[in-house]
């Protein structure tokens, strides 16, 4: 599905696109996500959602803008209001009730309200999710953000999934992404879906875990970006060693 | 093998590391390739080489610093005085006489003089060596550059496999990448390291394949921040297309 053809001349400038400001904050409303996300596609009304949307995750550390920011927690750790649901997916692999998840139990825990996602897609989701004081592992706060996050981009994902086949199209993931928030330049879009090009010549389609794999790269990168670009001014400055210990975590993890 | 201990201070300031002269331009005196890669661990010594390393690449494309720039072709297409046992490596898989070969062909010619490198490395490879112009393949000129750099690279990475093992460690990486002119700052070196971890909790230890991936992936990125950075300030801006597109060519092709 592609709602328009004005991508050519597409709407991220001034700078990296608009993060709406239900963004991981909405747990209670899964699995209701963000604002009105076609509303972006409109060029034209974009200005002013982009100041908006940007004010918040720049005063916070990177990350933190995957997390939801509730001040409420139960004594399970989970924010009020946490589906008990979700509860039950962290408490029924936390074994040793620890009160943190490794990438397995992750793996294992997302299965049950989503599906199996990759090792690859679960560790980018840690490395995104996980407090930054923690080693690879999450927590009920952590988890239930990304809980919420992976249904909101759920819908997202559904919703250009016209013909419900589990898979979108490079225009379709273009399109999607934009109902996230994120803008990529066309360019860095084609070389991102030809990662997923498998050499057979068919036309390149990403599922699910695909399509979260890539949103979170493309958003992880974004964040960091914007975090460099507080005025949004559309370039941000780096220095040599922030640049390379910044791209490196979205590096694949080898083993 | 940790020849000294004054990484705390290393010297990769101004800015992003010296690079070699002789970098992928010396293939007629392979197996010698960097000038005194030893000298460059005397951080005092280090500033002048910056400068002296710094100008050659600033020049060219992104890419064209991993090729030689030898004006001197034969009728083969490779550049006089190649080696012909690069040549028969070539032309043995280049079964169509097309002049240019794809991933599997080049996994294939490298086997003959280096080893059977993963498809993820070669990949790498080819993303960094093929002409700009040409699609996922390398021809003459490119693959000849990428054996003399192969060929520096072991020298490289045997001078720091001390004890013959076929692999080193994270100290010795750094070292290594030290040698060819790679300083990369620790934190950054650590994350780079992390994604070799099997997590069994035994040290991490890379073999020549993931050496020449791991090192790859930071020449890369060091000479598209050193384009940015031309008068050796070392920070760079980008815009937020470029830098998206600049980094997303890193990520690991996932199929």
Redesign the interface.
Known sequence: MASNGKYGSHP?AP??PYLPESYGQQHTQYPHGYGQPQQQHNSSSSSPQYSHGYGQPQHQPYGSSFSHSSSSYGQSGFPAGTDPAVIRSFEMVDRDRSGYIDEHELQQALSSGYQRFSL?TIRLLIFLFKSPTDSLKVGPKEFAALWTCLGQWRSIFERYDKDRSGKIDSMELRDALYGLGLA??P??LQ??IS?????SGRRVELNFD?FV?CGM??RG??DR?KEK?RRYT????????E???M?????????
Chains 1, 2 share one sequence.
């Open positions: 991220y700078s990296a690859r990529m330049p360019s860095a070389l991102l990662k997923y090009d498998d050499g695909s794999e790269i493309v990168l974004t970006f670009d559309g370039s941000a400055t780096f220095d040599y060693d640049f390379m210990s791209v490196i975590p979205f590096l694949v993890s080898y083993n």
